[in-house]
């Protein structure tokens, strides 16, 4: 089996986002870059990263009109990404489109509840049902409009992957016991992630914040 931990850069400096990676690469399956990294440094950056030699997940959580989604994810084709965000809450044109425009070897997943938001986050935006119906009605708008997964976190794995045997789930909010949570509210140790049907554990700060990178990657991966 594959390595399934994708070590979350979130830096938007160059420099410090390849020390990194080249410090875990022989520990992780693949690297995630977000927002803060692709707005600092674009495609060259992406560029950069990929010479490293791993897949790359390109976490942009695109949400807006489908016209706008499916012009964005044709300008980053060139870049073949291994996985793609977008949010589900966009709506089943959205996603459709998404998944038309993006690569052949691209997976498009749709966020459906960030991992930072509780049952009380959700009912301040509007959303009176608690996070796992919530993620489980976007899961099957998602799969409905064609995408190959989900986001959603650990605690909501098992029934989605019930529910969708074939899906692709990638589950951050992951942290090994006794680990800082942070800003994550919906969390599982990676161990708890993989045993409930995760097909990607995305870790960022329990690596990439230690004090040996490389030893907490190794550390992590020796609990799967
Ligand atoms: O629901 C979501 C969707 C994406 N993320 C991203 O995952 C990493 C998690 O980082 P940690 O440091 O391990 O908390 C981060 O890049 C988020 O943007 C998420 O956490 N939850």
């Given at each position: 089996?594959?390595?399934?931990?994708?070590v979350a850069?979130?830096?938007?400096?160059?420099?410090?986002?390849?020390?990194?990676?080249?410090?875990?690469?022989?520990?992780?399956?693949?690297?995630?870059?977000?927002?803060?990294?692709?707005?600092?440094?674009?495609?060259?950056?992406?560029?950069?990263?990929?010479?490293l030699?791993?897949?790359?997940?390109?976490?942009?959580?695109?949400?807006?009109?489908?016209?706008?989604?499916?012009?964005?994810?044709?300008?980053i084709?060139?870049?073949?990404?291994?996985?793609?965000?977008i949010?589900?809450?966009?709506?089943?044109?959205?996603?459709e489109d998404?998944?038309?425009?993006?690569?052949?070897?691209?997976?498009?997943?749709?966020?459906t509840?960030?991992?930072s938001l509780?049952?009380?986050?959700l009912?301040?935006?509007?959303?009176?049902?608690?996070?796992?119906?919530?993620?489980?009605r976007?899961?099957?708008?998602?799969?409905?409009?064609?995408?190959?997964?989900?986001?959603?976190?650990?605690?909501e794995?098992?029934?989605?992957?019930?529910?969708?045997?074939?899906?692709?789930?990638?589950?951050?909010?992951?942290?090994?016991?006794?680990?800082?949570?942070?800003?994550?509210?919906?969390?599982?140790?990676?161990?708890?992630?993989?045993?409930?049907?995760a097909?990607?554990?995305?870790?960022?700060?329990?690596?990439?914040?230690?004090?040996?990178?490389?030893?907490?990657?190794?550390?992590?991966?020796?609990?799967?």
């Amino acid at each position: 089996m594959s390595n399934p931990v994708y070590v979350a850069i979130d830096t938007p400096l160059l420099d410090d986002a390849l020390n990194l990676v080249r410090k875990v690469k022989a520990h992780v399956g693949g690297v995630k870059l977000g927002l803060e990294f692709f707005c600092a440094n674009g495609h060259h950056g992406v560029h950069e990263v990929q010479k490293l030699g791993l897949p790359i997940f390109l976490d942009l959580k695109l949400h807006d009109i489908p016209n706008t989604v499916a012009k964005a994810m044709q300008a980053i084709n060139t870049l073949e990404p291994a996985i793609v965000t977008i949010h589900a809450s966009g709506g089943r044109a959205m996603m459709e489109d998404a998944k038309a425009a993006a690569g052949i070897h691209t997976k498009v997943v749709g966020v459906t509840v960030l991992t930072s938001l509780d049952d009380h986050d959700l009912s301040r935006v509007g959303v009176a049902d608690a996070p796992d119906a919530q993620v489980a009605r976007l899961a099957a708008l998602a799969q409905e409009a064609g995408l190959d997964g989900i986001v959603c976190s650990g605690h909501e794995v098992k029934s989605a992957r019930k529910a969708w045997k074939d899906g692709f789930f990638v589950v951050p909010g992951l942290r090994p016991a006794g680990a800082s949570t942070a800003d994550q509210k919906r969390i599982v140790t990676p161990r708890q992630a993989r045993d409930d049907g995760a097909s990607i554990l995305v870790i960022g700060r329990p690596i990439t914040k230690a004090e040996d990178p490389d030893a907490a990657a190794r550390a992590i991966v020796g609990t799967l």
